[in-house]
Nanobody, 122 residues
Framework: QVRLVESGGGLAQPGGSLRLSCVAS????????MSWARQVPGKGLQWVAG????????HYQDSVKGRFTISSDNAKNTVFLQMNDLHPEDTALYHC???????????????WGPGTQVTVSS
């Protein structure tokens, strides 16, 4: 059974930083791409960033390019999202997601965790 557990969310000021972590279990971690998606009340999941199973490529939504960095530690079944220069519009519930391919053209996820809340406010 796939299990994804996020941590690291909290309150940050505009321009601040947070680092999210996600520990995965229940599947062979290094054979699937992973991604982060976020959700605000009343809207669906919005893809934010993705990383290939072997870590060879990363991809980002335009609004976070240059500010967010996704990485993974396959030995620890963990994926990270370093978020710098946070904006108020980054406020959302951030979910770690398992993607259904190792090197996808489109990051389609088939499982996601309960999420960790990120709030950006002064």
């Amino acid at each position: 059974q796939v299990r994804l557990v996020e941590s690291g969310g909290g309150l940050a000021q505009p321009g601040g930083s947070l680092r999210l972590s996600c520990v995965a279990s229940g599947f062979v971690f290094d054979t699937y791409a992973m991604s982060w998606a976020r959700q605000v009340p009343g809207k669906g999941l919005q893809w934010v960033a993705g990383i290939y199973a072997d870590g060879s490529e990363t991809h980002y939504q335009d609004s976070v390019k240059g500010r967010f960095t996704i990485s993974s530690d396959n030995a620890k079944n963990t994926v990270f999202l370093q978020m710098n220069d946070l904006h108020p519009e980054d406020t959302a519930l951030y979910h770690c997601t398992k993607v259904n391919q190792a090197r996808p053209l489109v990051f389609e996820y088939d499982s996601w965790g309960p999420g960790t809340q990120v709030t950006v406010s002064s």
